[in-house]
């Protein structure tokens, strides 16, 4: 019997996605796209919404791990690059797991396998610079930064950060995927947010701004200035949220500033895992 041909379309969560790989083998269709309702389907193909069932994602990544145990780990980390149509992807992998065994995934240059590996590569890259180039500010005790990654790199970057606060109240947001990592007592969570303004300093935190600029500014050579080599190190596109490139209002306290102060603690109450 052939295998039907749908655009399936799903809620985006990774359970989600592997509801769909689920519903194609036991619907025995083939997906020509995998695409949440926002994205919306570019195809003239009938369209399957697919459930989002916790026992039917279970059984998959059971039939995974029960292959090999390289797999799951690969396609959690896909899932959360900026690859074009992961999801096609990453089922393609799937299918491919299924119909030939593993032996394909210790070859990063498959064409099935090289894709994914591509974009977890350039994912590891982006979690490498952002755990040095998050600038965080304190606002009562509590600790904000902000980032605009290119990957959806908040569930990456949470063990890290949580571990270097264990004892402190922070949060990170991301403008990119509009989502909010918040922490407090132990406990976290990541939550969508469309939009967020960060609170305008004390006088404190304004002067720590000041100092941590004037130290930037200070041990630069300007003998040995070379911008190629600084953006090969600091590519530009991290510098919109960081310290050292802000323009003068950035480091004006709230006393300062004739914007209202806003108050970030009722984000952080009710935090739970």
């Not at 459930?51 to 059984?59: G, I, Q, W």
């Not at 498959?110 to 591509?118: A, G, I, K």
Request: with cysteine; charged share 25%.
């Amino acid at each position: 019997m052939a295998w039907t041909e749908l655009c399936y379309e799903y809620d985006g969560s990774f359970n989600g996605l592997l509801c769909c790989i689920f519903d194609s083998y036991t619907r025995r269709e083939t997906p020509v796209s995998i695409r949440t309702a926002e994205q919306g389907q570019l195809s003239l193909k009938p369209v399957h919404t697919v459930e989002t069932v916790a026992s039917h994602a279970k059984r998959i990544t059971k039939s995974l791990q029960a292959r090999t145990p390289r797999a799951l780990p690969l396609i959690q980390k896909a899932y959360l690059t900026c690859l074009p149509d992961k999801e096609l992807y990453i089922y393609r992998l799937v299918q491919k797991l299924y119909r030939e065994g593993p032996s394909f995934l210790k070859n990063p240059t498959d064409p099935v396998v090289y894709p994914l590996h591509t974009a977890v590569r350039h994912l590891a890259g982006e979690l490498e610079k952002l755990r040095g180039f998050i600038r965080f500010s304190e606002f009562d005790g509590i600790y904000a930064a902000e980032i605009e990654p290119k990957n959806r790199v908040l569930p990456a970057l949470r063990s890290h950060f949580c571990s270097r606060f264990a004892d402190q109240p922070f949060l990170i947001y991301d403008r990119t995927h509009r989502e909010i990592l918040l922490y407090a007592n132990g406990r976290w969570k990541i939550s969508p947010l469309d939009s967020f303004t960060m609170a305008r300093p004390g006088k404190t935190e304004a002067a720590y701004r000041k100092l941590w600029k004037t130290f930037y500014d200070t041990i630069a050579i300007r003998e040995r200035n070379n911008p190629r080599c600084q953006r090969t190190h600091l590519p530009l596109r991290y510098r919109a949220v960081m310290t050292e490139f802000q323009n003068e209002s950035f480091f004006q306290s709230k006393e300062e500033s004739a914007s209202a102060p806003s108050d970030m603690r009722h984000l952080i109450a009710g935090t739970d895992q």
